[in-house]
């Protein structure tokens, strides 16, 4: 989890980088810290660093939450990818394994059957 003091310390790097930031820098920090405080604090150091590096505007919070959090989960493209593959190696007979919980989950939700048949 983030704490504060970290946080505050990548807020004020990422106003200073984006000096024409429109909204009130006090109201912003809250917010953003309401938003990303769930996200471990070297994690969330990596995602401020990728944008100060790559960003051409100041983040939106998708933004840092998308970078920190790039390698806990699966993109939906790879994930999809990946149920697709197991269509043609399983099929509707056999329950598959899948690399990431979250991709299990979903396809457990969904019904590996119903998947199967709406491919």
């Known amino acids: 989890m983030a704490s504060f003091e970290t946080f505050a310390k990548l807020f004020s790097g990422l106003l200073a980088a984006f000096p024409g930031q429109q909204t009130d820098p006090a109201s912003a920090s809250q917010v953003f810290f309401l938003a990303l405080q769930d996200i471990p604090d070297e994690a969330l150091a990596f995602a401020v660093a990728e944008w100060l590096a790559q960003g051409r505007k100041f983040p939106a919070i998708a933004d840092l939450r998308e970078l920190a959090l790039s390698d806990e989960y ?6 999809w990818g990946e149920v697709k593959r197991a269509f043609v190696r399983y099929g509707r007979s056999q329950k598959p394994a899948f690399s990431h919980p979250v991709i299990a989950q979903v396809v457990n939700d969904l019904g590996w059957h119903g ?3 709406s491919r």
């Open 115 to 117: 998947l199967c048949s």
């Open 74 to 79: 699966p993109l939906p493209e790879e994930a």
